[in-house]
């Protein structure tokens, strides 16, 4: 399907709820059969399962906790946790320093 010079690959997919939805996925091919062999590949995806749904995605403070509860059901050390909550911190600081974040996030130990 082509809208406004743009190719799109139309499928439908299961959502996690039983019902299903179409969705167009945007293509990167700027001619007709690069587009077919684009569409043809996310189709592929999808039968293996790694095409990305939409859906809700997770806030970061989600995954923080996740990760700091998976490191700790994994073996680490609060120490060792509390360590990389400070390097992040560190690095997200760092990157507002030099203009590349205009917000910088927190994460409490």
């Given at each position: ?49 790694n095409l990305h749904l939409p859906g809700r995605r997770p806030k970061f403070s989600e995954l923080v906790i996740s990760n700091q509860t998976s490191r ?38």
């Open positions: 399907m082509a809208r406004n010079d743009k190719y799109y690959a139309q499928m439908r997919v299961a959502l996690p709820n039983g019902k299903s939805k179409a969705i167009r996925t945007p293509l990167t091919a700027t001619r007709l059969d690069d587009a077919i062999a684009e569409a043809e590949k996310s189709r592929t995806e999808k039968c293996a399962g700790a059901t994994g073996g680490a050390a609060n120490r060792t946790i509390n360590l990389d909550v400070t390097a992040f911190n560190n690095a997200m600081q760092y990157a507002a320093d030099f203009g590349q974040l205009s917000k910088t996030p927190k994460i409490r130990k």
